[in-house]
């Protein structure tokens, strides 16, 4: 069983940045591949970004390649998303999963509780 927890949301304005925090529980983490994903209000959940379990490779949605940047400590047991250049388009909710770098919701067994972001004009 893995358990995430995010951190890190809040009230930013544009062109601001913020550093998004997943803090897995379980001895396997560092074996996982790890995504984010975001859903603003009345709209679908959608993939953000993901890493695999080494950090070597990762994989961004063409809306935030540039902008953000995933990375992980598996020593700490953390997936980061340091978000740059925010626009009020990147308000959502923010989830971090796992297993995997699938932009597909039903591939992911494990979800956290999300972290609010929101970017002002």
């Known amino acids: 069983q893995v358990q995430l927890v995010e951190s890190g949301g809040g009230l930013v304005q544009a062109g601001g940045s913020l550093r998004l925090s997943c803090a897995a529980s379980?001895?396997?983490?560092?074996?996982?591949?790890m995504a984010w994903f975001r859903q603003a209000p009345g709209k679908e959940r959608d993939f953000v970004a993901s890493?695999?379990?080494?950090?070597?490779?990762?994989y961004y949605a063409d809306s935030v390649k540039g902008r953000f940047t995933i990375s992980r400590d598996n020593a700490k047991n953390t997936v980061y998303l340091q978000m740059n250049s925010l626009k009020p388009e990147d308000t959502a909710i923010y989830y971090c999963?796992?297993?995997?770098?699938?932009?597909?919701?039903?591939?992911?067994?494990?979800w956290g509780q999300g972290t609010q972001v929101t970017v002002s004009s």
């Open positions: 999963a796992a297993p995997g770098t699938s932009t597909v919701i039903k591939d992911y067994n494990y």
């Open positions: 890493i695999s379990w080494s950090g070597s490779s990762t």
């Open positions: 379980g001895r396997t983490f560092n074996r996982y591949a």
